[in-house]
């Protein structure tokens, strides 16, 4: 784009790629009725594909006109935002300046960013991005916070640190979030241990040794996708075993 890139242009160019069919397939595929994760989310139906496109084009935006975004009802538009912080966070010509920008505006604005797709579009590159060369206390606040979005933010921010070869983070966070009672903790509690366990696996087997017996069965199911049939068998198992059970590293 020549001009300069703004909140309103960008949604008159979402509101030209309406439509009802999309809409339609959001309001199956996510919860939004009363007491849903999504209630109250308006979803004006336009393919997510088409989404970040859009926010490809627009990467330019400065931080205002992001906010301007994010305070958008229409949920494409915040997914917009977030993609767009995304895109400038991971640019090797962003400067620190902006990135922080971006971090404190992602945290600012955490209201706005109150789904699990949003979430899992900026956590890692816009918040784990800025922390992996600084202090990471600020992700164990949110992991305790009892906004479950916030919680999410937390183990979804260490996919930055999994991508510079450490794991400790992830590890340790999903440990604060074994309790959590909400399943969209769970699946991403899983997903990321799986994940670190990739380049590491010893310490993958050592943690569902800890906890597969009591950790919730969504969370161990994702944990364990990437080991052997065997493995897989032994660590559901110890969902009904007895605690004295010797877990699969030591066998």
């Known amino acids: 784009m020549t001009e300069t890139p703004t909140a309103a242009a960008f949604l008159a160019r979402l509101d030209a790629l309406q439509s009802d069919e ?7 595929y996510f919860k939004t009725g009363p007491g849903d994760y999504a209630e109250g989310d308006f979803f004006m139906g336009v393919r997510m594909g088409e989404v970040f496109t859009l926010g490809k084009e627009f990467a330019a935006m400065e931080p205002p006109e992001i906010e301007n975004l994010l305070e958008q009802d229409v949920h494409e538009a915040r997914s917009g935002a977030v993609k767009i912080m995304a895109l400038q966070a991971e640019h090797k010509k962003t400067t620190e300046q902006r990135r922080g920008e971006l971090y404190g505006l992602y945290l600012r604005r955490h209201d706005r960013i109150n789904n699990w797709d ?37 183990i979804v921010a260490t996919w930055a640190f999994l991508r510079h070869g450490q794991q400790e983070d992830t590890f340790a966070i999903a440990e604060l979030l074994l309790n959590d009672k909400e399943d969209l903790i769970h699946k991403a509690l899983g997903g990321w241990v799986r994940d670190a366990g990739r380049s590491n696996r010893q310490r993958l087997l050592a943690f569902l040794d800890a906890h597969a017996a009591t950790m919730p069965r969504t969370a161990l199911r994702y944990a ?20 004295a059970s010797k877990g699969y590293a030591s066998m």
């Open 22 to 28: 999309e809409q339609a397939k959001y309001r199956r």
């Open 118 to 154: 949003l979430v899992d579009l900026g956590a890692g590159r816009v918040v784990g991005g800025w922390l992996v060369d600084k202090p990471r206390d600020v992700l164990y606040e949110l992991a305790a916070s009892a906004n479950m979005w916030e919680r999410r933010t937390a």
């Open 224 to 243: 364990i996708e990437h080991l052997d049939q065997e493995q897989r068998a032994h660590y559901l198992g110890l969902k009904n075993a007895p605690p």
